[in-house]
């Protein structure tokens, strides 16, 4: 069975452009979470979906912003590009949206210039 | 607010050798504890988790303690192998807040 896999896996953006992030969860996952990865912060919670419904949001400013399909897959958005948005992105995915054990793919690294 | 925290960023072991990480948290309605193991260009991997009620629980070379009285998780690795280098987090996890809170992340390094 394939795992979770996100791509682009590598992106480079200039500030002010806008960016849209795709992850596909493990076949017959129905949740998707996101995180933000930076060497300050740490793993830091995005949003998370189940069955095409955000169930929770973590602490980020509206530019960042989500959505899942039907087929479970997610996209996550970010507007408006800073600096400080530079980091790694990584989607997860469970089957039950028992979070407490989460299969993670190996991130979208964003460069923001 | 919720915060868990780890009392060393690096620890350095030689190969065969026993390590412990240790991870101190804060929010002790949490219902699961977990460790995640992160290698180099991967996201983090589940290793292992302990619900709220026990005090230990044992893997295949890794065992999970849990202290509820200090706050305290750790996650001991027998018998170390090159393959356990990496940066291992531990999170807590509430049921019906659907999200993992990660500590900062200790880099374990194997020394061959």
């Known amino acids: 069975k394939a795992g979770v896999t996100q791509t682009p896996r590598y992106l480079i953006k200039t500030r002010g452009q806008q960016v849209t992030l795709s992850c596909s969860p493990i076949?017959?996952?129905?949740?998707v979470s996101w995180y933000q990865q930076t060497p300050g912060q740490g793993l830091q919670f995005l949003f998370e979906?189940?069955?095409?419904?955000?169930?929770n949001k973590g602490n980020f400013p509206g530019r960042f912003s989500g959505r899942q399909f039907s087929n479970s897959r997610s996209e996550m958005n970010v507007s408006t590009l800073e600096l400080g948005d530079s980091a790694l992105y990584l989607c997860a995915s469970s089957l039950r949206g028992d979070n407490e054990k989460l299969f993670f793919g190996s991130g979208t690294q964003l460069s923001v210039l | 607010g919720e915060s868990v925290g780890l009392h060393l960023p690096t620890l350095s072991v030689q190969e065969g050798d026993n390590s412990i990480i240790n991870c101190a948290y804060s929010n002790s309605a949490s219902d699961y504890f977990i460790w995640y193991k992160q290698e180099s260009g991967k996201g983090p991997q589940f290793i292992i988790d302990?619900?709220?009620?026990?005090d230990k629980r044992q893997g295949q070379r890794v065992t999970v303690l849990l202290n509820k009285t200090v706050k305290h998780l750790s996650l001991q690795i027998a018998a170390t192998q090159p393959g356990d280098s990496a940066v291992y987090f531990c999170?807590?996890?509430?049921?019906?807040?659907?999200?993992?809170?990660f500590g900062t992340g200790t880099r374990l390094t194997i020394i061959p």
């Open positions: 302990i619900r709220s009620n026990m």
């Open positions: 999170a807590e996890y509430s049921v019906g807040n659907e999200k993992l809170t």
């Open positions: 979906y189940f069955s095409e419904t955000q169930r």
């Open positions: 076949s017959g996952h129905r949740s």
